[in-house]
């Protein structure tokens, strides 16, 4: 996508509220068009959704991204060593499950563009096993379409102190702690009942994950906030592409878009 139709998306859409997250909580960083990381916190300022939107209509970025972990001050975030003195308070446990893990598994002819719907159909009844999953230990769960090829699951609900004691002079290895352990007790889960041998978890409490409701101007799709596992059970792969399109946003017809939009 060119930066101008970037731009144009983020003047056209309002911002949306993000909750369940708290956005003011998050390190948030874009990448730009030339391939830049900037991080939007600075000294004193948090970023809240309105902030962000005014941001991107500034920078058009390529992608957007947050902390998984919520910070008491998220400008201090830097190297994975310095975290801990922007304060840790909680934070999600994420989940990709991305259907490039998939191709070479599934025997169909995949097209030559960004998005396979067959391989995407494929994630999507992965995504809902897993989640079924987590949700024998937890119940604040959302779901995102990662604008890609794929979705993240985002356990809201996640205690660190459920897998680990919580050690106050080191909070961000005991992040690590608590999700390398939960992610063994899944894994365990997963190879006594699936027959799929293909996923990844990321144990590192300082990673990022796209913001939901940003653009991911690779496919020019939206990175949208489904919902819960029942939504997602709803909702069939082309379902979930045509709603994510951008070019609503960009060119016009407003009316069918599913964020909040300037009239
Ligand atoms: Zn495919």
């Not at 309105?50 to 830097?78: D, I, Q, R």
């Not at 080191?170 to 999700?179: F, I, L, N, Q, T």
Request: charged share 25%; glycine share 4%.
């Amino acid at each position: 996508m060119r930066p101008e139709q970037v731009k144009r998306y983020y003047e056209n859409t309002s911002p949306p509220s993000l909750q369940p997250w708290s956005l003011e909580r998050k390190h948030v960083r874009i990448v730009t068009h030339d391939k830049r990381f900037i991080k939007l916190n600075t000294i004193g300022n948090r970023v809240n959704e309105k902030a962000l939107w005014k941001l991107c209509t500034k920078y058009s970025p390529t992608h957007v991204y947050m902390s998984v972990l919520n910070y008491l001050f998220p400008e201090s975030v830097g190297l994975k060593r310095s975290a801990k003195y922007a304060y840790p308070v909680g934070g999600e446990y994420v989940f990709d499950v991305d259907n490039y893990l998939f191709r070479g598994v599934e025997t169909h002819e995949h097209p030559r563009t960004w998005i396979c719907i067959a391989c995407l159909e494929v994630a999507r009844k992965y995504t809902i096993r897993l989640t079924e999953l987590v949700e024998e230990n937890y119940e604040n769960i959302a779901i995102v379409f990662s604008g890609a090829r794929g979705f993240h699951i985002h356990v809201l609900d996640f205690n660190v102190r459920d897998w680990t004691h919580y050690n106050e002079h080191d909070p961000v290895k005991s992040h690590e702690v608590a999700r390398f352990r939960y992610t063994l007790h899944l894994a365990r889960q997963l190879d006594a009942r699936f027959d799929e041998p293909h996923f990844t978890l990321s144990v590192d409490p300082v990673r990022i994950i796209s913001v939901p409701q940003t653009l991911n101007a690779s496919t020019g799709l939206v990175c949208r906030l489904i919902g819960s596992r029942v939504d997602l059970e709803r909702k069939s792969a082309s379902r979930i592409l045509d709603e994510a399109s951008s070019s609503l946003a960009i060119w016009g017809g407003f009316s069918q878009l599913p964020l909040s939009v300037k009239r």
